[in-house]
């Protein structure tokens, strides 16, 4: 019996290291969500330590013009993994693909540590159904904008997949794979980030790059920046930029959050219609997922994009010169 007290943080850290394996770990016994307070969770606040932490090793590494490149390339990469896929295909079904190709999109998009596309669509579905109100999870109008930002995905009333919001996704078992260890594509991705560096650092050593510093720079800096990139939709595009469309939520239209998050600025755009594939509805507003997408298209690799109907675009109160209000 006086055990006890050892064997309560030894089993909670046992159990976070299994859920931080297998998202559904005990998936059962967990109380219902809805019953869980508003409050940050330590031990979900782990995987966002480690993100940040390991960015501070660029003091140790350094910096080179190889690998700010290739962190830069890969965040616009899987940006548009999360943008395209994760958002505009899981979320709202606004195209049609293969199933290899979702699958091949989805690994890209889970490498972002952005959790699982299942994870991601469900809660996703649930801020279009109750943006801005009190249900919403991450609204920065009635919850402040650090939860709004990054507080909500620290606790465990937001942590399991509402599966029931995703009939069409869970059909798969590869998604639910992915969804369920949603940390394997990550740690494949830094495994394959360091190995490639550490080719660089062998093959062509007068590069004076180190595999350590190709890491840091490819997963813990692009990673991180990512992250913030995409949450930022989530609190800033509710509260700073003009809203053409009278939404009943906050949403704004944004030009400088659509070229960090390659076209999800179009915010207030895409709160009026979810349904079409492209965010930014008239020629001045800058969508370059749209562009990824239509040259997808044209390849055959995706298909039937839905647009924005003529009333839509008729609706909005805006023109190029406002976009900056
Ligand atoms: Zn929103
Ligand atoms: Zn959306």
């Not at 492209?278 to 562009?291: A, C, L």
Request: aromatic residues 16%; glycine residues 6%; contains cysteine.
């Amino acid at each position: 019996m006086f055990l006890n007290p050892l064997l309560t943080p030894l089993r909670i850290f046992f159990e976070t290291l299994a859920q931080s394996l297998d998202a559904d770990f005990k998936r059962e016994k967990l109380p219902e969500p809805s019953t869980l307070p508003e409050k940050i969770n330590w031990q979900r606040t782990l995987p966002f330590l480690f993100l940040h932490g390991g960015c501070l090793a660029v003091f140790w590494v350094g910096i080179s013009p190889i690998s700010l490149a290739a962190a830069l390339l890969l965040y616009v990469i899987r940006m548009f993994a999360i943008t395209g896929f994760y958002h505009r295909y899981f979320s709202h079904r606004t195209f049609k693909t293969s199933r290899l190709f979702q699958f091949l999109a989805a690994v890209l998009g889970n490498s972002s540590m952005q959790r699982g596309p299942l994870w991601w669509a469900a809660t996703h579905r649930h801020h279009h159904a109750h943006a801005d109100e009190e249900e919403d999870k991450h609204s920065p109008l009635t919850k402040g904008f650090c939860w709004s930002h990054i507080g909500w995905l620290t606790s465990m009333r937001n942590f399991p997949t509402p599966y029931e919001k995703v009939h069409d996704l869970s059909r798969y078992p590869e998604l639910v794979f992915l969804n369920r260890y949603d940390k394997t594509i990550p740690l494949l991705y830094g495994m394959l980030m360091y190995w490639i560096g550490w080719m660089i650092e062998k093959k062509f050593p007068n590069s004076g790059l180190t595999a350590g510093e190709f890491f840091v720079w490819t997963f813990f800096i692009s990673t991180t920046l990512l992250l913030h990139g995409t949450l930022f939709i989530n609190s800033l595009a509710h509260l700073w930029g003009n809203r053409p469309y009278r939404t009943k939520d906050d949403s704004r239209n944004n030009f400088w959050l659509s070229i960090i998050t390659l076209g999800e600025g179009w915010h207030n755009n895409h709160h009026r219609y979810p349904h079409a594939t492209r965010q930014g509805f008239r020629w001045w507003e800058i969508d370059i997922t749209y562009y990824g997408l239509k040259i997808l298209s044209l390849l055959g690799l995706i298909w039937e994009l839905r647009p924005v109907p003529d009333s839509i675009l008729m609706e909005a109160q805006e023109s190029p010169s406002s976009m900056f209000n």
